[in-house]
């Protein structure tokens, strides 16, 4: 059974820093790209930032680029979202996906940005 558990989310002010943990079980994590998405209310689910399986290729929205760190650690199986400089407009539930043929996501974790 797939399973992907998002951690770390919680209420922070704005200028605050938070890291998001999404430990994966069930697949072969070093084959999957990993991303975050972040869905707020009212909105459409957005691309966050992604990492190809080596590590190699990332990708970032631009609006978090230069603040937010995608990471993987593919002996523990889990992806890693280090946000810096939070501002209230990142305010969403944000969610890690695993995709390799098919897309494996996870329940979701609330960070909350409060001004």
């Known amino acids: 059974q797939v399973r992907l558990v998002e951690s770390g989310g919680g209420l922070v002010q704005s200028g605050g820093s938070l890291r998001l943990s999404c430990a994966v079980s069930?697949?072969?994590?070093?084959?999957?790209?990993m991303s975050w998405y972040r869905q707020a209310p009212g909105k459409e689910r957005e691309l966050v930032a992604s990492m190809s399986s080596a590590g190699d290729t990332i990708r970032y929205a631009d609006s978090v680029k230069g603040r937010f760190t995608i990471d993987r650690d593919n002996v523990r199986w889990t992806s890693y979202l280090q946000m810096n400089s939070l501002r209230p407009e990142d305010t969403a539930v944000y969610y890690c996906?695993?995709?390799?043929?098919?897309?494996?996501w996870g329940q979701g974790t609330q960070v909350t940005v409060s001004s």
């Open positions: 069930g697949l072969s994590f070093s084959n999957y790209v």
């Open positions: 996906c695993a995709t390799l043929s098919s897309s494996y």
